[in-house]
């Protein structure tokens, strides 16, 4: 019997051995000054740029590089994370790739981009808007270039709002007592709700806590340390229970179980908090709706700026093992210029990645979000971060376990303590 | 069949990273990955409540399933059909659908058990499932228990198929009681299959990772993060992958164990009688 499995695990292990070698002589060979090829191939994310850009894009680079091609592959959401990963460390790796911007540290940190800010010039990185440039940052480089992100608005029922008196708020102090009014006046009907914010919707919290000063985890040497223990943090918390008592949400769901835009197309909601596309949703689902919905951005605690916000979206990088960067950096250059970061957000109302261009949107709603973005804000930019967001997610937990009862500091400890250690430990 | 088995070993001896799988730097650490593991206090969290979870899904299916299969033989034959026709159901629900379909059954505000249970008087209203580990390791096991004991009503009615009816008749002639019956006739002989069956149910309860993960994603406060979702969080969530494998490597090693002693006191059990 011991004989039997001997034999195999020896002729295992030394081809695994040489296996493991020739990879190794594989990446040297590979990584020598190779002749820049005259061909591109990029990664974009479906439904993030509209093909008409794309090929407007791709004939602007044939004009400065004659000859070159670009071949565009649209990859799915769904599963984005492995294939980058899988695809990222193979042997043939594709030139450009755009990947969520939360995930961008990680490819930042383990050397699968290329440092862009050898054409800090050409691509304008002195431009690109903080907040959405930072997500691309690792370690004082830069390797992510924003190419589009949203962030959320108030998404209001106009017909409720004129028929209760109340007007759009300005300050947080001004949309509790307009939803408190919106809930006064429709008393009588059964479900209605001020504002549909469930417990755990995370992102709109982490904007209260920005604005109180605070922030989800604080950069402490090479480890991060929870933020949740703070009295920023508890001043957030107690906004949110404020707003969130206005609400009949549920306390223990997120946004996504059941979908709000879904509860807010049943016709008793006049507020929520969402990504504009949920506006257009919530209509697709009850027509019902159309032409009563708007939006105004997050109001703070002061009427001169809007609320901070997370921003979702996109960047692009150059992944290392590229066989003709050169060629990428200027196709990146022509993407996240001026030119095409325009034509991008007119056609897809999304924010730019220059605040210089928030003037040129026309759409009324991205109008407003954008304008919101300027005080936009990214989840903590490490590798690590995904660790929090992977399991259950401890600023979720914090959210509920206040809104149910439990003392702000004690549940702040708590999940602070709860991130401290997931984003601990080595890279 | 070994050779993922022996990389997955060797993978654990090292540090892969995503940074080591883009250089393609083999960095060899020694045994560093599994003392980091064995050293964090919520590794050791994961393996009680993984054990505590496994021998309560095993035994509750184990039961409910040998229950069900007597009840199937005896059923007479549309109702036998009826019976057969929704345990095949259940099991072929795709475990992810299945998943979603009890969250919504035993959702805050528009569960249907809430609903029920308010129905017969119990003051259920916005009673929140989920809301503590205990609770919700109930529904997940309730899930679990429901997609596995079809297969053993199947498997055990199948050998209760073999049982000669003649014995059965001649303890009834007798004068033997159903359960005397039961535990000297029809036990002894389906006995080899509950084994086999208890000895599946094992495995499969203690790398249930689906169901309790997409429930709760092993919240709330982690104290639902079973063994597979640590490996989840901790390893890939993080691109750990070396000691994603070695915390494997560890889930493997005990559940050795734990079947080892399910198999000698089994063997045990048989030379004694």
């Known amino acids: ?427 | 069949m070994g050779w993922p088995l022996v990389n997955n070993v060797l993978l654990s001896l090292r540090k892969v990273t995503l940074r080591e799988l883009i250089s393609r730097d083999v960095v060899w650490v020694g045994f560093d990955n599994y003392r980091t593991i064995l050293a964090d206090p919520a590794f050791w969290d994961a393996v009680v409540r993984s054990v505590l979870f496994t021998a309560a899904c095993a035994a509750t299916t184990m039961v409910v399933g040998v229950l069900m299969a007597l009840l199937l033989v005896r059923l007479p034959r549309f109702p036998k059909l009826v019976l057969s026709i929704s345990l095949v159901l259940a099991w072929a629900t795709p475990v992810l659908a299945a998943t979603t379909v009890f969250q919504w059954l035993f959702d805050t505000d528009f569960g249907v058990v809430n609903w029920l249970l308010a129905r017969v008087g119990l003051d259920t209203e916005g009673h929140s499932w989920f809301s503590t580990g205990r609770s919700t390791f109930l529904v997940a096991g309730l899930l679990v228990v429901w997609q596995a004991v079809p297969l053993v009503v199947f498997s055990i009615s199948a050998a209760l198929a073999t049982v000669p009816p003649e014995l059965d008749e001649a303890a009834v002639i007798d004068g033997a009681t159903a359960s005397q019956r039961w535990w000297t006739i029809t036990f002894p002989l389906v006995r080899p299959m509950i084994g086999v069956l208890a000895f599946l149910q094992v495995i499969w309860d203690f790398k249930a990772f689906t169901q309790v993960y997409a429930m709760r994603r092993g919240g709330p406060d982690s104290s639902t993060t079973t063994l597979p979702i640590l490996i989840y969080q901790e390893g890939l969530a993080r691109s750990q992958f070396g000691l994603a494998a070695a915390a494997s490597v560890v889930t493997v090693a005990i559940l050795l164990v734990l079947l080892a002693l399910y198999v000698r006191s089994a063997v045990r059990a048989e030379e004694v009688r």
């Open chain 1, 1 to 427: 019997m011991k004989q039997r499995w001997t034999a195999p695990a020896l002729v295992a292990a030394v081809g695994l051995t040489l296996a493991l070698s020739a990879c190794g002589g594989d990446a040297k060979s590979g990584s020598g000054d190779a002749a820049e090829k005259n061909a591109l191939t990029v990664w974009l994310m479906n439904g993030s740029v509209p093909d008409k850009v794309v090929q407007s894009v791709n004939a602007d680079l044939a004009k400065q590089h004659p000859g070159a091609t670009v071949t565009v592959e649209v990859q799915e959401w769904n599963g984005i994370q492995d294939k980058l990963t899988t695809a990222l460390a193979g042997n043939n790796p594709p030139d450009v790739i755009e990947m969520g911007n939360t995930q961008n540290a990680k490819f930042s940190q383990s050397g699968a981009l290329l440092d862009l800010d050898a054409d800090k010039a050409k691509l304008g990185i002195d431009q690109w808007s903080k907040g959405m440039a930072s997500s691309g940052v690792w370690d004082g480089k830069t390797y992510g270039a924003p190419l589009l992100a949203a962030n959320r608005v108030v998404i209001y029922r106009t017909d409720l709002f004129e028929k209760a008196g109340v007007t759009v708020p300005k300050t947080f102090d001004e949309w509790v007592a307009a939803t408190t009014k919106l809930n006064q006046a429709n008393a009588a009907t059964k479900d209605f709700q001020g504002i549909y914010l469930p417990g755990q919707s995370w992102y709109v919290y982490a904007g209260l806590l920005w604005d109180a000063g605070g922030d989800l985890a604080v950069k402490d040497g090479d480890s991060w340390k929870g933020g949740l223990d703070t009295p920023a943090a508890a001043e957030a918390i107690g906004k949110y229970k404020q707003l969130q008592s206005l609400s009949k949400a549920p306390k223990d769901a997120d946004e996504a179980t059941p979908q709000q835009f879904e509860v807010f197309a049943e016709g008793n909601v006049a507020q929520m908090i969402g990504l504009p596309w949920e506006m257009g949703s919530a209509v697709g689902a009850n027509k019902k709706l159309d032409g009563k919905v708007a939006v105004f951005p997050i109001p703070s605690s002061s009427a001169d700026k809007s609320g901070s916000v997370f921003l979702g979206g996109s960047n692009l990088g150059i992944s290392a093992g590229s066989d003709s960067p050169k060629l990428a950096a200027d196709w990146l250059a022509l993407m996240t210029g001026e030119k095409y970061q325009t034509e991008l957000a007119l056609a897809s109302n999304v924010v730019p990645n220059r605040t210089a261009l928030l003037s040129k949107l026309t759409d009324p709603t991205a109008k407003i979000m954008a304008g919101a973005a300027a005080n936009g804000h990214v989840t903590p930019v490490d590798p690590r971060w995904a660790g929090v967001e992977a399991g259950a997610n401890p600023v979720k937990d914090y959210m509920t376990a206040v809104l149910t009862g439990t003392d702000p500091a004690a549940a702040g400890t708590k999940a602070s303590a709860e991130i401290t250690k997931r984003m601990s430990g080595a890279l």
